[in-house]
């Protein structure tokens, strides 16, 4: 079956440092790849999403590219800021359906 | 626009008693999603429902729950009895046709059984 894995946390980080979150999928075919934020106290949003293979989501400064030959789709920004804080969760979509397959969710601390 | 609406936003119980959780998905929105969130589990799919028709309830954990969705406009998800295991952050979520993973969360309902 499908499934995300990403990067444990936390990831703790200075003001203005480079972000990366690791995220590889296993799945067949040809799935959507996405990245949704948590932040304290709320439900997830989406951030950004991939649709095909070297497709870029961008969002808010994180960008995320589709990686087809190494099944991965790894979260970048190149600044994170305190309001970045937050828990980030890979996910993927094989349908229209929009049944998710979620990681198991990164938390990341950003400090003044 | 409202987004998804769930209630209560916290709820502390007794072990044994009766739990109902409610949702009010987006307006326009076919499919709604039960999730539920702990710190060691992580996100969990409970129940899926397609035009207000359960499609996956594979992820519900036992018979004490069950999940209703008796109009387009409104579910819930029912434990009973309580046990103190339960104690998570449970979401609502919602998306529509074609919205390939776009899931629009509630700010969810944190369960304590004490």
């Known amino acids: 079956g499908d499934s995300v894995t990403q990067m444990e946390g936390p990831v703790t980080l200075s003001e203005e440092a480079f972000l990366t979150i690791n995220c590889t999928y296993t799945?067949?075919?040809?799935?959507?790849l996405f990245w949704y934020v948590q932040y304290p106290g709320e439900g997830l949003q989406l951030l950004l999403k991939a649709t095909k293979a070297d497709d870029k989501g961008s969002n808010k400064g994180f960008e995320a590219t589709y990686r087809k030959e190494t099944t991965s789709f790894h979260l970048e920004k190149g600044s994170v800021q305190v309001s970045d804080s937050a828990v980030y969760f890979c996910?993927?979509?094989?349908?229209?359906?929009?049944?998710?397959?979620f990681g198991g969710g990164t938390r990341l601390m950003v400090k003044p | 626009d409202a987004g998804v609406i769930q209630s209560p936003r916290h709820e502390v119980t007794e072990m044994g008693q009766e739990v109902t959780l409610r949702c009010k998905p987006i307006s326009g929105h076919n499919s709604l999603f039960w999730y539920r969130q702990t710190m060691m589990r992580g996100l969990e799919l409970l129940i899926y429902?397609?035009?207000?028709?359960?499609?996956?309830d594979s992820g519900m954990p036992e018979d004490r729950f069950s999940a209703k969705m008796p109009n387009a406009s409104f579910s819930t998800l029912k434990i009973q009895p309580s046990e103190p295991r339960d104690s998570a952050v449970y979401f609502c979520a919602s998306s529509f046709e074609g919205g390939w993973g776009e899931l629009f969360f509630g700010e969810g309902s944190r369960l304590t059984v004490l």
């Open positions: 429902f397609n035009n207000n028709v359960p499609i996956d």
């Open positions: 799945a067949t075919g040809y799935p959507s």
């Open positions: 996910a993927l979509s094989h349908n229209a359906g929009n049944m998710l397959t």
